[in-house]
C-alpha cells in the first residue's frame, strides 16, 4: 500500500508558497507598470520638444490655479478709508473765517492802491484765485460781499460734511456751483465756488492696516481648486513652452520622478500582498491554471484600464470568471474574480463604478452559464452579463448627471459589446487552453460523449461486452455524482473510457467471453493478473494517442486503484499453499483515485461486475453487495486522497443500490407460445 512521505507533504507547501510568492511579485510589478508612461524631464520656462499627455485620470488640488484666484480676491478689495474727520471741517472753516477776514482787509484799505490789492489777493497762501476772480473781489459792494462771504462758510460747511478723499477731490470741486444760492448772479457764483474750492479739503483717508485685513481675509476665503485630467489629455503640446501649471501637473502625475516611486511601491506591495493573502487563504489547493489564467488577465487590464473613455468598460472580466469556472471551479471563479476586480480598480484610479461593473457582469455571466454544456448558454451568459453591467452604468450616471438617450444607448452598446468579447473569448480560449493547462470544458466532454468517438467505436469493435459494461457503469456513476454534487457530466464520460484499455486484449476479460471460453484455464496466475492489469496501460497509451484531455486519463489511471487482482491472487495463494510474500504483481499500479468523480467511476465499476457476476434474486442481495464493496474499499484505504466524507459515500452506495435494482431485478420467466411461429 502506498504511503506518503511527510518530505513530500512538506515540498508541496513549499511550493504553493512559492508559487502564490511569485503571483504576490506578479501582481506589484503591474500594478506600478503604467503602459505608456515615461519620466519628463521639463522644467517651467523650457519649450516642450514633444507632447505630454497624461497616462491616467487624476484629480488634483492646484496650487497654480488656488494661488492665481487667491489673487485675484485680494486685488478685487478696494482700499478701505476711515470716516470722514471731523476736525478737517473745522480747520476749514477756520482758514475759510481768516481767508474771508484777510480779503475783507484787503478790500477796505484806504491806503493801497488798486495793483497792489490785485498782488497781495494773487499771494493768499493755500488759494489760487483767477484776475477775474480778483477783479470780482475788489469791485463788489459792500452789501454783496457780506452775502458772498456768509454763503462761502455755508457751502463749505455742506461740503465738508460729506466723505470726500483725495481721489474725488476733483469731483466735489465741480460740483460746487450748484450748491451755490440761486440768489447769487453768475459772478458772485463763480467767486464763492473758486473760494469754497480753494479751501475743500480730504477729510476721509486710506487705511492700510484695514486694508491689508481685508485682504487677507478674501484671500482666505477662496476653496482650493481642484483640477482633473482626463486619460490622453495633453498637458503640454510640442513647440509650447512650460508654464508652472503645466510643470504642476507634470509633478502631480509623477511623470517627473523615477520609475522607482517609494510610495506607489509600498501601496502595490500592501495592495499584492493582502490579495494575494486572502486567496491562499481563500484557496485550499493551489492551481497552476489559476496563476497563468489570473496573471494573463491581469496583464490585460493593466493595458486597457489606462485606456481612454470607454475601452476599460470593455475589459472582459467575465471570461476570466468562466475560464476560472471551468478549469478550477466555481469557488476559485469567485475568488479570483474579486481579487482581479479590486487589482483593476486600483489601477484604474480607485473608480468604484468600474469595480461594481466589473463584479456584476462576471458574476451575472458565471450564474447564467450554469453547466455550459450548450453554445446557447454562453449566449445567453453573455446578454444576461451585459445587462448587469448596464445595470452598474445607469445605477452610478442617472443619480449625478442628466444623461440624455444616446449617453444612454452608448452604455448599453459597450455592456453589449463587452458581453460579446466575453463569449468570443471564452469559447475560443476553453479550447485553446484546455489543451494546454489540462483541463477539459463541459463543451469537449459533450463532444467527447458522442457514440462517433473513434475510441468509443473502437470499443464496440472489438470489446462490445466491456462497452455496454461502461455504458452501465457511466449511468450508474453519473446518477450518485448528480446526488452529491460532483461533476456528474464528467463522470459520465470519464465512465466511458475507463475500460478502453480492454480493447487491444478484449477475450481475456469475463463480459466479452461467447460460449463459456475462458481464455485463462491455459494461463498461471501471475500471467492472467499481469494481462489484466495492463488494460490501465493499453487504455493510457490509447488516450495519449487518441488526445484524450488529462482529467479523463485519471480515470483510466485510477479506476482500480492499488487494488489486487482477488481472483488470480486467490488462485496463486492455492498454488502456494499459503499467502503470497510478494503481491505486487497481483496490484494495480495505481495512483488511488484523486477526485470524487474517479473514486465514484471505481465504486461504481466494482459494484456493476460485482452485482453482474452474483446475479441476484432480490433487492436485499444487490444491496448486500455493494453495501461490502463500499465497505472494502473504504478499509483498503482506496478512497484516502479522493476527498470524499463518509456522508456522501453513503449517498453513493443509496445511489448505486437504487440503480443497480433497476438493471438486474428478477424477470419472469415468459411460457412459449405454441404454434404463434415466434421465439
Known amino acids: 500500500m502506498e504511503s506518503k512521505s511527510p518530505w513530500s507533504e512538506v515540498a508541496r507547501r513549499v511550493g504553493i508558497a512559492l508559487s502564490f510568492s511569485l503571483l504576490a511579485l506578479l501582481v506589484t510589478l503591474t500594478l506600478i507598470w503604467e503602459p505608456g508612461a515615461s519620466r519628463v524631464s521639463l522644467k517651467e520656462g523650457d519649450v516642450s520638444p514633444y507632447d505630454v499627455r497624461s497616462p491616467?485620470?487624476?484629480?488634483?488640488?492646484?496650487?497654480?490655479?488656488?494661488?492665481?484666484?487667491?489673487?485675484?480676491?485680494?486685488?478685487?478689495?478696494?482700499?478701505?478709508?476711515?470716516?470722514?474727520?471731523?476736525?478737517?471741517?473745522?480747520?476749514?472753516?477756520?482758514?475759510?473765517?481768516?481767508?474771508?477776514?484777510?480779503?475783507?482787509?484787503?478790500?477796505?484799505?484806504?491806503?493801497?492802491?488798486?495793483?497792489?490789492?490785485?498782488?497781495?489777493?494773487?499771494?493768499?497762501?493755500?488759494?489760487?484765485?483767477?484776475?477775474?476772480?480778483?477783479?470780482?473781489?475788489?469791485?463788489?459792494?459792500?452789501?454783496?460781499?457780506?452775502?458772498?462771504s456768509s454763503e462761502v462758510l455755508s457751502v463749505l460747511e455742506r461740503a465738508m460734511r460729506n466723505e470726500i478723499r483725495e481721489s474725488r477731490l476733483p469731483e466735489v470741486r465741480r460740483a460746487i456751483p450748484a450748491m451755490v444760492s440761486w440768489e447769487l448772479d453768475e459772478v458772485e457764483v463763480r467767486v464763492v465756488a473758486s473760494l469754497a474750492g480753494n479751501l475743500i479739503s480730504p477729510n476721509s483717508f486710506p487705511n492700510p492696516e484695514k486694508t491689508e485685513e481685508a485682504k487677507k481675509l478674501a484671500r482666505e476665503s477662496v476653496n482650493p481648486i481642484v483640477r482633473s485630467l482626463e486619460k490622453g489629455e495633453v498637458i503640454v503640446r510640442a513647440g509650447d513652452v512650460v508654464g508652472p501649471l503645466e510643470v504642476e501637473a507634470i509633478e502631480a502625475l509623477g511623470l517627473n520622478k523615477t520609475p522607482l516611486d517609494p510610495y506607489k511601491l509600498a501601496g502595490a506591495v500592501a495592495l499584492a500582498s493582502t490579495v494575494t493573502l486572502g486567496l491562499a487563504l481563500y484557496l485550499s489547493h493551489f492551481q497552476p491554471c489559476f496563476l497563468l489564467l489570473f496573471a494573463f488577465f491581469l496583464a490585460l487590464a493593466r493595458f486597457m484600464v489606462s485606456s481612454q473613455s470607454f475601452i476599460p468598460y470593455l475589459f472582459p472580466i467575465a471570461s476570466c470568471a468562466a475560464l476560472l469556472s471551468l478549469s478550477a471551479g466555481?469557488?476559485?471563479?469567485?475568488?479570483?474574480?474579486?481579487?482581479?476586480?479590486?487589482?483593476?480598480?486600483?489601477?484604474?484610479?480607485?473608480?468604484?463604478?468600474?469595480?461594481?461593473?466589473?463584479?456584476?457582469?462576471?458574476?451575472?455571466?458565471?450564474?447564467?452559464?450554469?453547466?455550459?454544456?450548450?453554445?446557447?448558454?454562453?449566449?445567453?451568459?453573455?446578454?444576461?452579463?451585459?445587462?448587469?453591467?448596464?445595470?452598474?452604468?445607469?445605477?452610478?450616471?442617472?443619480?449625478?448627471?442628466?444623461?440624455?438617450?444616446?449617453?444612454?444607448?452608448?452604455?448599453?452598446?459597450?455592456?453589449?459589446?463587452?458581453?460579446?468579447?466575453?463569449?468570443?473569448?471564452?469559447?475560443?480560449?476553453?479550447?485553446?487552453?484546455?489543451?494546454?493547462?489540462?483541463?477539459?470544458?463541459?463543451?469537449?466532454?459533450?463532444?467527447?460523449?458522442?457514440?462517433?468517438?473513434?475510441?468509443?467505436?473502437?470499443?464496440?469493435?472489438?470489446?462490445?461486452?466491456?462497452?455496454?459494461?461502461?455504458?452501465?457503469?457511466?449511468?450508474?456513476?453519473?446518477?450518485?455524482?448528480?446526488?452529491?454534487?460532483?461533476n456528474a457530466l464528467l463522470t459520465r464520460v470519464g465512465a466511458y473510457f475507463h475500460d478502453i484499455g480492454k480493447s487491444l486484449h478484449p477475450?481475456?476479460?469475463?463480459?466479452?467471453?461467447?460460449?463459456?471460453?475462458?481464455?485463462?484455464?491455459?494461463?498461471?496466475?501471475?500471467?492472467?493478473?499481469?494481462?489484466?492489469?495492463?488494460?490501465?496501460?493499453?487504455?493510457?497509451?490509447?488516450?495519449?494517442?487518441?488526445?484524450?484531455?488529462?482529467?479523463?486519463?485519471?480515470?483510466?489511471?485510477?479506476?482500480?486503484?492499488?487494488?489486487?487482482?482477488?481472483?488470480?491472487?486467490?488462485?496463486?495463494?492455492?498454488?502456494?499453499?499459503?499467502?503470497?510474500?510478494?503481491?505486487?504483481?497481483?496490484?494495480?499500479?495505481?495512483?488511488?483515485?484523486?477526485?470524487?468523480?474517479?473514486?465514484?467511476?471505481?465504486?461504481?465499476?466494482?459494484?456493476?461486475?460485482?452485482?453482474?457476476?452474483?446475479?441476484?434474486?432480490?433487492?436485499?442481495?444487490?444491496?448486500?453487495?455493494?453495501?461490502?464493496?463500499?465497505?472494502?474499499k473504504l478499509e483498503r484505504g482506496e478512497l484516502d486522497e479522493s476527498g470524499l466524507t463518509l456522508k456522501e459515500i453513503e449517498e453513493i452506495r443509496k445511489a448505486f443500490v437504487t440503480a443497480l435494482q433497476g438493471v438486474f431485478h428478477p424477470r419472469i420467466q415468459y411460457p412459449e407460445v405454441e404454434g404463434s411461429g415466434q421465439d
Not at 456493476?608 to 464493496?629: C, G, L, M, T, Y
Open 330 to 486: 466555481k469557488e476559485v471563479a469567485v475568488a479570483g474574480t474579486l481579487a482581479l476586480s479590486i487589482l483593476s480598480g486600483y489601477m484604474a484610479g480607485g473608480s468604484l463604478e468600474l469595480v461594481a461593473y466589473w463584479l456584476a457582469s462576471a458574476s451575472f455571466f458565471l450564474l447564467a452559464l450554469g453547466k455550459a454544456d450548450k453554445i446557447n448558454l454562453y449566449l445567453k451568459a453573455g446578454l444576461v452579463s451585459a445587462l448587469g453591467g448596464l445595470g452598474v452604468i445607469l445605477a452610478f450616471r442617472l443619480p449625478w448627471s442628466n444623461l440624455n438617450p444616446l449617453e444612454i444607448a452608448s452604455a448599453a452598446g459597450v455592456s453589449i459589446l463587452n458581453g460579446l468579447i466575453s463569449v468570443v473569448l471564452t469559447l475560443g480560449a476553453s479550447f485553446i487552453l484546455g489543451s494546454l493547462l489540462g483541463f477539459v470544458t463541459p463543451l469537449h466532454l459533450v463532444e467527447l460523449s458522442r457514440p462517433t468517438h473513434p475510441l468509443l467505436q473502437l470499443l464496440l469493435l472489438k470489446a462490445p461486452g466491456t462497452y455496454h459494461h461502461s455504458l452501465l457503469v457511466a449511468s450508474i456513476a453519473e446518477q450518485a455524482a448528480e446526488r452529491i454534487g460532483a
Open 56 to 148: 491616467r485620470k487624476i484629480s488634483y488640488v492646484s496650487q497654480v490655479l488656488t494661488e492665481k484666484a487667491k489673487a485675484q480676491a485680494a486685488a478685487s478689495v478696494g482700499e478701505i478709508y476711515d470716516p470722514p474727520d471731523p476736525y478737517v471741517a473745522r480747520r476749514q472753516l477756520a482758514k475759510a473765517s481768516a481767508v474771508l477776514n484777510f480779503i475783507e482787509a484787503v478790500r477796505s484799505d484806504p491806503y493801497a492802491t488798486l495793483d497792489e490789492k490785485r498782488l497781495w489777493l494773487g499771494a493768499m497762501e493755500g488759494i489760487t484765485v483767477t484776475g477775474e476772480v480778483i477783479s470780482a473781489l475788489l469791485s463788489l459792494p459792500e452789501s454783496r460781499w457780506g452775502v458772498i
Open 507 to 632: 477475450y481475456f476479460f469475463a463480459e466479452n467471453q461467447l460460449g463459456g471460453l475462458n481464455a485463462h484455464r491455459s494461463l498461471d496466475p501471475r500471467t492472467s493478473a499481469r494481462i489484466i492489469i495492463s488494460h490501465v496501460k493499453d487504455g493510457l497509451d490509447l488516450a495519449k494517442k487518441y488526445r484524450l484531455p488529462g482529467q479523463i486519463q485519471e480515470f483510466i489511471a485510477q479506476h482500480h486503484g492499488t487494488d489486487i487482482t482477488p481472483y488470480f491472487y486467490h488462485e496463486e495463494c492455492k498454488l502456494k499453499n499459503g499467502a503470497v510474500e510478494d503481491d505486487s504483481c497481483f496490484r494495480y499500479p495505481g495512483p488511488r483515485p484523486r477526485t470524487k468523480e474517479t473514486a465514484i467511476v471505481m465504486l461504481a465499476d466494482s459494484c456493476e461486475a460485482a452485482v453482474r457476476a452474483a446475479k441476484p434474486s432480490s433487492p436485499e442481495e444487490i444491496e448486500k453487495i455493494v453495501r461490502k464493496i463500499v465497505k472494502e
